[in-house]
Nanobody, 120 residues
Framework: QVQLVESGGGLVQAGGSLRLSCAASGNIFSINVIAWYRQAPGKQRELVAAITRGDSTNYVDSVKGRFAISRDNAKNTVFLQMNSLKPEDTAVYYC??????????????WGQGTQVTVSS
């Protein structure tokens, strides 16, 4: 089994910054793509940023230039640096990982989510 634990959420004023972390543990051989999603009240969950094992990144247009995703493969951890936060960034942020557990088997795992609230 694999567990993803997010941390770093909180309340911040518009224009401020937060850094989210997601640590993966358990039966992990390697992690392929690892990503951050978010879900605001009444809206669908959306992909915010993703990073491959080779450090290729992808961002939703609304966060380009403000957010940066990075990963530490040795620690099975991914980070999301969020700068110039806007009220519309308010959401629950979820970590998602495509994990190889060995023997050619990979599965998709989700964290429990961390709340980010940006006040105007």
């Amino acid at each position: 089994q694999v567990q993803l634990v997010e941390s770093g959420g909180g309340l911040v004023q518009a224009g401020g910054s937060l850094r989210l972390s997601c640590a993966a543990s358990g039966n992990i051989f390697s992690i392929n793509v690892i990503a951050w999603y978010r879900q605001a009240p009444g809206k669908q969950r959306e992909l915010v940023a993703a990073i491959t094992r080779g450090d290729s990144t992808n961002y939703v247009d609304s966060v380009k230039g403000r957010f940066a995703i990075s990963r530490d493969n040795a620690k099975n951890t991914v980070f999301l640096q969020m700068n110039s936060l806007k009220p519309e960034d308010t959401a629950v942020y979820y970590c998602n990982a495509d994990v190889n557990t060995g023997w050619g088997i990979s599965n998709d795992y989700w964290g429990q989510g961390t709340q980010v609230t940006v006040s105007s």
